[in-house]
């Protein structure tokens, strides 16, 4: 491979690890605590926030109206033209929601930035920590019962990848009325835990509960007659204020008349935070019509015709309370045939999701609902119904409160043990190699920069045994470059010239090296494997340290001395401080 194409490629990695590492260097260094606590905030606080900073700005509009004079146009920039009215007042309503929805979109923009960066173990900065098991036989039992009888039941198969994901974005929904800072879930590579990682004081026996919850997910018919009452009572009594239970439902006066089997619930849909957000009172048929766990999956689409959103769901068979199997498309087809006109309402935890009307007879168990929504209203509603439709028996193995064991101090000193590291060897490889020790010390150099966009870009969490196993690598990189040198210095005392040392000493000390970093890889990939935690932690930054250090040493020094005796053209490389004859 020629010069110029090596060189592209390392510019092009170059380039990726500048994308990769940013939004760490941003997150840790560029950008104010007070910003990355807010950030770090559930969305409930992020709406306060933004929503505090909109009135106080507002308030300081209004004295910029009373004196114009004052110099504070400058700070609100194009919002001067949104939010004045034709009379020259400011538009209250206007004004909150742009500068609200400024606060909110930079606010979401840092708070999406951390998901890209390294993180902090639990070591580092303490929380709370959980460790929860996936019961995939038990899952695996629950869909042949729900296909039992069904031709197409042998084809089903459980995508764990598919169902892992679901839990793990319904337990981060959960988990973040907690409000402290934003939790941790990931899955333990190559099982199927889940870890949970909550920093901050929270209470062990209260995440127990929100983690072994079930959510409630059920087809429910609106009950449209008590629907019309209620909004009735309601519009002739302005003074009544609708209060929710802690169940979500609303104790209505008995002169409402509603009828005993139905019950007052709201609707509610995502707002631009991500949060379900209340848009109006229902009332619904108090017993469900058909429980969620018929569902056996749930998608968004985009119709073909109007390119409209969608969603479509599969239905199943599935255990009812009692034990009897129940067969959830002809159930459906049944409901749907003695409904038609009438509204279905999707009800998660007693709050309405979604309702459509009922146009037909659905008899073949796929279902599609259809509706004035955008495509993310539709992935929002297909992830609540496949949320509720997979509900995996969960294991809880351990869940134990642990404190800031290293904190900012250690974390300082990993750092300072990094540096000083480097520095010495880039100090002894400087001083005994002389110029190919530069070459050595640029490779060793991009070797970190690599390791450390590789660990951003795969969302690693750092602990104290992954520092030490970062600085374990910055020792062993240097290895490779001494190898390469001494096979090169080798060379030139057998009379060979620059270029001809330069190729001799790559191509035998390949295989040396070679042969080092696998015996040492299978090592850390053996400890990857077998252990788990602070161990496995150290096995993973030890493999990648190991693959970074050995492309360091092979591509980018070679680059480097090749450059130098086929495009300088030196007739004496600058090696040792002895003369080769």
Request: glycine share 8%; hydrophobic share 45%; proline share 3%.
């Amino acid at each position: 491979m020629s010069i110029r194409a090596r060189v592209i490629i390392l510019v092009i990695l170059v380039v990726m690890g500048i994308m990769f590492i940013s939004p760490s260097v941003q997150w840790y260094f560029l950008l104010p605590d007070e910003t990355k606590n807010i950030a770090m905030s559930s969305l409930p606080q992020i709406k306060n926030y933004a929503q505090d900073q909109a009135q106080r700005d507002y308030t300081t509009m209004n004295d910029f109206v009373n004196n114009p004079s004052s110099g504070l146009a400058a700070a609100f920039g194009g919002f001067l033209t949104k939010v004045f009215e034709e009379k020259g007042q400011v538009n209250p309503v206007a004004f909150r929601s742009a500068v609200e929805g400024q606060y909110r979109d930079d606010i979401l923009n840092i708070k999406n930035l951390r998901d890209l960066t390294l993180q902090l173990g639990l070591d580092l900065r303490g929380g709370l920590y959980a460790s929860i098991a996936a019961d995939f036989g038990a899952l695996e039992k629950q869909i042949a019962e729900k296909n039992k009888g069904q031709e197409n039941a042998a084809t089903l198969q459980i995508d764990k990848d598919k169902v892992l994901q679901d839990v793990m974005e319904r337990l981060l929904a959960r988990l973040d009325e907690f409000g402290t800072v934003e939790p941790t879930i990931r899955r333990q590579i190559g099982t199927d835990t889940i870890i949970i990682e909550l920093p901050g004081a929270a209470d062990p026996e209260r995440i127990k509960k929100v983690i072994m919850g079930k959510g409630r997910l059920n087809f429910h018919l609106v009950d449209e007659a008590g629907w019309n009452k209620f909004n009735e009572y309601f519009q002739q009594h302005p003074e009544w204020t609708p209060q929710f239970n802690t169940d979500f439902t609303v104790d209505v006066p008995a002169a409402v008349g509603l009828d005993p089997g139905s019950e007052v619930v709201g609707t509610y849909q995502k707002d631009k935070y991500g949060m379900d957000e209340f848009v109006k009172y229902i009332v619904i048929k108090s017993k469900p019509e058909l429980s969620g766990e018929a569902i056996t999956d749930a998608r968004a689409e985009q119709n073909p015709q109007d390119r409209s959103a969608e969603v479509t769901f599969i239905l199943g068979n599935y255990t009812d309370k009692d034990g009897t199997v129940v067969n959830g498309p002809d159930k459906f087809a049944d409901l749907t045939g003695k409904n038609i006109g009438k509204y279905i309402a999707v009800v998660l935890d007693n709050k309405v999701m979604s309702y459509a009307g009922i146009r037909e007879k659905i008899p073949n168990g796929q279902v599609r609902v259809t509706g004035q929504f955008s495509m993310q209203d539709a992935q929002d509603l297909a992830k609540v119904l496949r949320s509720g439709a997979l509900p995996v028996p969960l294991e809880i193995r351990d869940v134990a409160a642990v404190g800031a064991s290293a904190g900012e101090d250690t974390i300082a000193k990993g750092l300072n043990a990094m540096l000083i590291g480097a520095g010495l060897v880039l100090l002894f490889i400087l001083i005994y190699y002389k110029g190919s020790g530069v070459f050595a010390a640029i490779a060793l150099i991009f070797n970190i920069f690599l390791l450390l966009a590789l660990l951003s870009v795969t969302r690693f969490t750092l602990s104290l045994t992954s520092l030490a196993g970062i600085v374990l690598t910055i020792g062993m990189a240097v290895d490779a470059n001494v190898l390469i040198n001494e096979r090169m210095k080798e060379e030139l005392r057998l009379g060979k010239s620059p270029k001809a040392a330069v190729k001799a000493g790559f191509d035998r000390a390949f295989w040396t090296i070679l042969d080092s970093n696998v015996t040492t890889f299978i090592a850390g990939i053996v400890l990857a494997m077998f252990t788990k935690g602070s161990v496995q932690g150290f096995a993973f930054t030890l493999c990648i340290g190991i693959v970074t250090s050995f492309f360091s040493a092979i591509f980018v020094s070679r680059i480097l001395f090749d450059f130098t005796t086929d495009v300088l053209k030196v007739k004496k490389l600058s090696i040792s401080w002895r003369r080769f004859q």
